[in-house]
């Protein structure tokens, strides 16, 4: 990665009462040329001119992210469609019209006008809509799509929060919008929807379920994108890098069965127990229901089992925190995989470098 060099100006912009002055000198920034951290509903993004390549090249740098690793393409508008792709499905549409604004991700084939970087060299194209005051004006006043990774440098969880951003990106981008904590703390849910029936590669914010029901399709779930093994790059070029990871080691431990939380928790004490007998300091991430069943061990909440909404923002500020304590080794619970549970287990699986234990 670069050394720091740039100046970063700082906007903080309050999403309910977005500064159009703000705005317009950020927008300004993309049309240029420059770099931009903007928040989305999800996590927070680091945005150049999609269709600008040299403007493109500068998010790789800025993040330390390995070149054929594609980004996704935010627009403001259904119409800006047409710029990315030249044949777009029907179900493309259906999708947009039920869920855009919003955290879903849908990766099409890709029109000419698409720069190579963007796409990493691949056919296809990764675009969505996002649900945030501030990312849709941005984008609108720039006039252009915007490609964006997540802010994070590459392999650490994504930024949830301005302050995240300004921790870790301060000197290399020209912009950093912050506009406090992103609403669900978790990636947007990512569909191949070349494939038919579509292909879920990152499962995220939007619960496939969802999906499913406005296609009247089931969604094929591989292996990887349950956080169980490795994309192969044909498939899935990004997913095979190391993600979300603490640089503390963690251990994730898991059940076929969670109904008897009581049953569970007992062996998730017994080996946590096991480690600090061996003189490790241990912090468990834990939910609300099973706390009670822990005793005298540092516990780090990931909200209740009832709402994963919850668990789902709260997991990559709990994942950024195992860092910070004065522990050796971090362990968590496990989630079943419903709903955002699916997502849940992907993250912490993958950030886990898959050192899961079956109990
Ligand atoms: O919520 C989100 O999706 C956030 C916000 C900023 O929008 N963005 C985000 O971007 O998470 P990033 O780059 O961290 O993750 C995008 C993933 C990568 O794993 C990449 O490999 C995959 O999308 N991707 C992008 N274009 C693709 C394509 N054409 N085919 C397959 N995968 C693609
Ligand atoms: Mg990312």
Redesign the pocket.
């Known amino acids: 990665m670069h050394e720091p060099v740039k100046p970063t100006r700082i906007l903080r912009i309050d999403p309910s009462n977005p500064r159009i002055d703000y705005l317009i000198e950020a927008a300004r920034v993309i049309k240029y040329g420059g770099l931009v951290i903007f928040p ?1 509903e ?5 945005g150049a001119d999609a269709m600008n390549n040299l403007a493109v090249r500068k998010i790789f740098e800025a993040k330390g ?1 390995p070149l054929d ?4 393409v ?1 627009i403001s508008d259904i119409n800006q469609l047409n710029i990315l792709s030249d044949n777009v499905k029907e179900e493309v549409y259906q999708l947009a019209e039920k869920f855009w604004p919003g ?1 879903l ?1 849908v ?1 099409l084939y ?1 029109s000419e006008r698409v720069p190579y970087e963007v ?2 060299g ?1 056919e ?3 675009v ?1 809509m ?1 649900a945030h005051p501030v990312a849709l004006k941005l984008i609108e006043l720039s006039g252009t799509p915007i490609a ?4 994070n440098p590459a392999g650490k969880p ?1 930024p949830t929060s301005g302050e995240h951003v300004k921790r870790d990106m301060m000197g290399r981008v020209d912009v950093i919008i912050d506009s406090g904590e992103t609403l669900y703390g978790v ?2 849910t ?1 569909i ?1 929807i070349t494939r038919d029936p579509p292909l879920l ?2 499962p ?2 939007l619960p496939i379920e969802e999906i499913e029901k406005t296609i009247k399709k089931k969604i094929v779930i591989p292996e990887f994108a349950r956080g169980l093994i490795e994309a192969s790059e044909a498939i ?4 095979k ?1 190391r993600h979300y990871a603490p640089s503390k080691p963690l251990q994730v431990i898991e059940s076929s069965d969670y109904s008897n939380l009581e049953r569970y928790s007992l062996g998730v004490f017994k080996h946590v127990k096991r480690l600090m007998d061996n003189g490790l300091k241990v912090v468990l991430l834990a939910s609300s229901e099973t706390t009670q069943y822990y005793h005298e061990v540092e516990i780090l909440s990931l909200g209740s089992r009832k709402n994963l909404f919850e668990v789902a923002r709260n997991l990559y500020k709990a994942l950024r925190k195992i860092d910070e304590l004065d522990i050796d080794i971090a362990v968590s619970e496990g989630f079943e995989e419903k709903g955002l549970g699916l997502t849940i287990m992907n993250r912490l699986r993958k950030a886990s470098g898959y050192n899961i234990i079956r109990i």
């Open positions: 989305t999800t996590v927070y993004g680091l992210r690793n594609p980004l996704i935010h955290p991700t990766v890709r796409c990493a691949l296809t194209v990764a969505r996002p964006a990774p997540s802010a994504s990636e947007s990512i191949d590669l990152r995220g914010a899935a070029p990004g997913m890098y």
